[in-house]
């Protein structure tokens, strides 16, 4: 009979309205696989990561069928649709989706195709666009915003059973519902609805009031490498001391993991030296930038290094009410900290309460499996007096141009985009590459990279038949693991 391997407490600074759900293992080995990272066996299911999932088309093929149709994904802003006739064109893969401002101030979604012959309706980019109605430039045939078809050139040589059905001619749906001034839509129409695919990581998400954010800047990187390589750099922070070395004079690289059902979230402790960090009582240039950041002048600042992080969260709780960001609603640890939430399957939001960063992940409308977008979107509530310029959004080749040249966060600057993101996007190539070589077998997984094997079984178990609403039901809800300030 199998044991419920224990919960973490709820520390100080944690999520009260947090409920832990004992995840079963089925032996002692179990409890050893989910201390190293490994994802516990059920039944004779030895769970492994296979090298052949990040580049062969047959996997690709399974991951769209039984993963982008079936799962919510985030689309645009609800800002880029400000007015009736206003259009935003998002790729997904190979469909081509049109999310659309009604006159009631309603969105609908519909795939870019006439129901004619197919052809594509708004040829342009990805982005905002304005169409009153959208007209076929193949045949001439005419929709309505609704969907409703309203013309048609020779109508008369139609059968009229087909050519008067709306369920024949209307433009196809799908579904669409606004979360955290985002639209998010999901290609399955028997999926649950949003809310109840979001779990608790919606109330977490609620405090930083995101819909009061504004688009700072908004740029796709195309990569040569599977989705998932990049997805997986973004889930661990155990390469931090190796890759990001410079983080440490101001961050901590042990992110405690916190899995909420099918998603989850690590955080970086920003404010203090890591553990790491030869020099943990004087102040580094770093710190004194974080404090000047917050008001604090660091020429009389009396505390050690180890006291900045404190230091900044209590400037920021005086602020608090005074001003648009939502210290009151956060702990002590959300004011300093980088809080990274994945959104299964394709979204992470890093989340400060000044700004946060939005990665979204696409497969390549190609086709290939060794392609992918990356999008990166910097979003951030305004103060009195700040305007945001208007972003260029443009798609730019991995490694042709350096990410602090591509990225411009304007009013919103942080050191995470030249000392983090660059470095890490450097190498999804390369490692794509390793993961195609006859040597390499399995990768060997620590417990700072449980969200990777979460992450990877539950799309498998979506591949191997299981429905996305028995991943909700049987997913780990656990505590907050990370102790706060």
């Not at 030296?273 to 660091?298: C, F, Q």
């Not at 609603?329 to 946060?356: K, M, R, V």
């Amino acid at each position: 009979m199998g044991r419920a391997l224990p919960t973490l407490p709820n520390r100080e600074g944690g999520f009260a309205q947090a409920r832990a759900q004992p995840v079963f293992l089925t032996d002692d080995k179990n409890e050893w696989r989910l201390r190293q990272g490994r994802t516990p066996m059920t039944g004779d299911d030895d769970f492994r990561i296979d090298p052949s999932w990040y580049w062969t088309p047959e996997r690709a093929g399974q991951e769209w069928d039984s993963m982008w149709t079936r799962l919510w994904h985030m689309g645009p802003r609800e800002e880029e649709l400000p007015e009736s006739g206003d259009v935003f064109v998002h790729t997904l893969g190979r469909e081509s989706l049109l999310f659309v401002r009604l006159a009631d101030g309603s969105v609908r979604g519909y795939f870019n195709v006439c129901r004619h012959r197919g052809n594509r309706l708004l040829l342009g980019p990805d982005g905002p666009a304005f169409a009153p109605k959208f007209t076929c430039a193949f045949h001439g045939w005419e929709f309505d915003l609704d969907g409703s078809l309203t013309h048609v050139p020779y109508k008369e040589r139609f059968d009229p059973a087909v050519i008067d059905d709306p369920a024949c001619t209307s433009l196809k749906t799908f579904r669409v519902e606004s979360f955290a001034g985002w639209l998010w839509y999901t290609l399955d129409e028997e999926a649950p609805p949003l809310a109840e695919y979001l779990g608790p990581i919606g109330e977490r998400l609620a405090a930083y009031q995101m819909e009061k954010a504004r688009i700072i800047d908004y740029k796709t990187f195309e990569f040569g490498c599977n989705w998932k390589t990049t997805v997986d750099a973004f889930n661990e922070s155990y390469h931090f001391q190796a890759l990001h070395s410079e983080v440490l004079a101001w961050g901590n690289e042990d992110a405690p993991i916190t899995l909420l059902g099918i998603h989850s979230y690590m955080v970086n402790e920003y404010g203090r030296p890591s553990r790491l960090y030869p020099e943990r009582e004087r102040l580094n240039p770093s710190l004194e930038t974080l404090l000047s950041a917050s008001g604090i002048d660091p020429a009389t600042f009396t505390g050690k290094a180890t006291d900045v992080r404190a230091a900044v969260a209590q400037a920021k709780r005086a602020k608090q009410g005074n001003c648009v960001f939502p210290y009151e609603g956060l702990n002590d640890s959300q004011l300093t900290d980088a809080y990274h939430y994945q959104l299964f399957a394709t979204t992470h939001f890093n989340l400060f309460p000044e700004f946060y960063v939005a990665l979204r992940y696409r497969p390549h409308p190609d086709g290939d499996p060794e392609k992918m977008y990356f999008d990166f979107i910097m979003c951030a509530p305004l103060e009195d007096g700040e305007v945001a310029p208007p972003y260029e959004h443009r798609v730019v080749r991995g490694g042709q141009e350096a990410v602090e040249d591509v990225l411009k966060w304007g009013i919103r600057q942080h050191p995470v985009v030249n000392q983090v993101l660059g470095q890490d996007v450097d190498l999804v190539e390369h490692v794509q590459k390793g993961q195609r070589s006859q040597s390499f077998h399995d990768a060997i997984f620590s417990s700072d990279e449980r969200r990777i094997t979460h992450f990877h079984h539950n799309i498998d178990q979506l591949i191997r038949g299981r429905s996305v609403r028995d991943l909700i039901a049987t997913n780990p809800i656990e505590l907050d693991a990370h102790p706060g300030i």
